[in-house]
């Protein structure tokens, strides 16, 4: 199942044209921006790692991208996203965020429903991803 | 947008069946000059060199060099020999005839004070008018900026620099300190082969001008040949002769908005004959201070003879006082004796 999230998530994955000119546009309105990657997509997992600093004083989309495919690297398989910030509020806000890295397989998710007292059902979103340790997820399959 | 911090998903439906097209690091050689032309043209096409010169705008750095910068004779050849090139490389693509992008590191040896950052901002501006680079800024670094202070510290250092300086030109002044030949593990050797990598592997990105005083620089190319081989041009700055210090000087002279009296242009003349002569002199950069420490005697000159009327000429006027009272002319060096 194909995750998407943030900014171009109604989108198909953006080629590296694509990720290159949303990238310039970013640095075009002095936004500083990161590289992140996760194994554990849950949609409450806000806190991706980071892959290096958060980049500024940049001029080149090229030097972004060249973080990018250093992350892809290293983690062909894991998702990895761009995230740009915007200051201009007097805090750090997040401008524009997506995802520019996937594994080629994506399990999904299943919907847990415990029932509880007077009838009451609690849902849990439980990735399949995470039934592997983290690190060991999305591998080749066996 | 779903961007504030909650990452929404999309369950299936909804988005896209699409899947990743990723399509591979832009490869393109050609540079913005109709470079990129979707059709190759016939081959019994023609085309017209003059407007593609005229488009790039490449005349305007070209010829602002050739009027602001005094001398240099070789190094302007070289320049001029790189933008055909590159001028004429988009019009081969036009063709489908691609020899592949062409390397331009580059090194620029000479003496302090002959050029080299001057004209290394140029060259960036050039390069961008060529399509050769995207943005055509300049970040000029030194072995601080690049090497760390402890194990783990350099990589991150050096590749942060790389990246700001990405679409530009990357301007290393007196590149030979990153090597150390008496410390092996000296941590600019870690350094030195970052930047081997990505002058390879980025070429399409950013162009590396390694600065330095020629002997040092040779040492630090036969020590280094990986680097050597990287670097297309050698590129060396001639010091400079009294006439072109002069001249020099004059163009400074003119650009502030000021003017010698004949008599302070024999002075001006004998007083870059005397410090080029002299330790430590920096060639332009000297010429460029005498004009400015000429520039603080000449507001003195006027403000002390206090009372009388100061004209426009009077306000743009050095005369020979202004030189005169250098250390230059008295300071003992014993075959010059004080005008
Ligand atoms: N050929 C020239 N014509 C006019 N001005 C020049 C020329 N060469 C240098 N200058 C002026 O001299 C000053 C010093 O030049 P620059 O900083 O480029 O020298 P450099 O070779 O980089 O010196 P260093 O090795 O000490 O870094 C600058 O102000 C520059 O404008
Ligand atoms: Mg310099």
């Known amino acids: 199942m194909r995750i998407t999230q943030g900014t171009f998530s109604y989108l198909p994955d953006l080629s590296d044209d694509e990720i290159k000119a949303q990238i310039q546009r970013a640095l075009g309105q002095g936004w500083p921006l990161s590289v992140e990657f996760t194994d554990d997509p849950h949609p409450r997992n806000t806190y991706w790692d980071m892959w290096g600093l958060p980049m500024f004083d940049l001029h080149d989309a090229a030097a972004v991208l060249y973080e990018v495919n250093e992350c892809r690297r290293a983690y062909p398989r894991h998702y990895i996203r761009v995230n740009a910030y915007d200051a201009a509020r007097g805090r750090q806000t997040v401008a524009l965020s997506f995802i520019v890295n996937r594994p080629p397989d994506e399990p999904g998710f299943r919907l847990d429903r415990q029932e509880t007292a007077d009838r009451r059902v609690r849902y849990t979103t439980h990735s399949y991803a995470t039934e592997r340790p983290a690190g060991a997820r999305y591998q080749e399959a066996r | 947008m779903a961007s504030d911090g909650h990452p929404r998903i999309a369950f299936g439906a909804g988005a896209p069946a699409a899947l990743s097209s990723r399509s591979a690091p832009s490869a393109d050689g050609g540079g913005a000059l109709g470079g990129r032309a979707c059709q190759p043209e016939p081959d019994d096409a023609v085309v017209d060199l003059a407007t593609a010169r005229q488009v790039s705008g490449i005349d305007e750095v070209l010829d602002a060099m050739e009027q602001e910068l005094v001398g240099l004779a070789p190094v302007k050849t070289k320049i001029r020999e790189i933008a055909a090139l590159l001028l004429v490389d988009a019009e081969r693509a036009r063709f489908g005839l691609t020899a592949g992008r062409p390397s331009l590191h580059m090194s620029f040896t000479g003496d302090p004070g002959t050029g080299k950052t001057t004209v290394a901002l140029r060259m960036a501006d050039l390069l961008k008018r060529l399509g050769y680079l995207e943005r055509g800024h300049l970040v000029a670094v030194g072995r601080d900026e690049l090497v760390g202070q402890y194990v783990g510290h350099t990589a ?117 004959g005397r410090r080029s002569g002299q330790p430590r002199f920096a060639n332009a950069r000297s010429v460029r201070n005498a004009v400015e420490r000429a520039r603080l005697r000449h507001a003195s000159r006027l403000v002390q003879q206090s009372g009388a009327p100061v004209s426009k000429d009077d306000l743009m006027r050095f005369e020979p006082g202004d030189f005169l009272a250098s250390r230059v002319f008295h300071s003992g060096s014993g075959d010059a004796p004080a005008t």
């Open chain 2, 156 to 272: 991150p250092k050096t590749k942060e620099v790389l990246k700001r300086a990405m679409g530009g030109v990357l301007f290393i002044d007196e590149a030979y300190y990153l090597y150390r030949a008496d410390n092996e593990r000296d941590y600019g050797q870690e350094s030195i082969e970052i930047l081997l990598q990505v002058m390879e592997n980025q070429r399409d990105d950013l162009v590396v001008i390694l600065a330095g005083y020629k002997d040092r620089m040779d040492t630090f190319f036969q020590a280094n040949p990986g680097m050597s081989s990287r670097i297309a041009h050698h590129i060396h700055f001639p010091g400079y002769t009294l006439d072109e210090l002069e001249q020099i000087g004059l163009l400074m002279v003119g650009q502030a908005g000021y003017r010698l009296s004949p008599a302070a242009g024999t002075t001006f003349r004998d007083y870059l």
